[in-house]
């Protein structure tokens, strides 16, 4: 499931992340999703997000 609509991401979910210093690569990072920071109900590169471990990036894919 692609991270583009926000309805479809709560606190609490398990998610893979896209960093802005690894969007080049493409490198992902997972964990847990923390705060949901785009307002906007979608987004075309991802929903925005903060993990519990405090990274920031992109949802790029829902576990």
């Known amino acids: 499931m692609s991270g583009t609509q926000r309805s479809d ?7 893979k992340i896209v960093l802005k210093k ?11 999703v923390k705060d949901i920071l ?3 109900p979608n987004h075309p590169h991802g929903i925005k997000v903060r993990l519990e ?11």
């Open 9 to 15: 991401i709560h606190a609490g979910l398990e998610v």
């Open 22 to 32: 690894d969007q080049r690569t493409g490198t992902l990072t997972s964990g847990v």
């Open 38 to 40: 785009t307002k906007s």
């Open 53 to 63: 471990s405090g990274d920031v990036g992109r949802v790029e894919e829902i576990l």
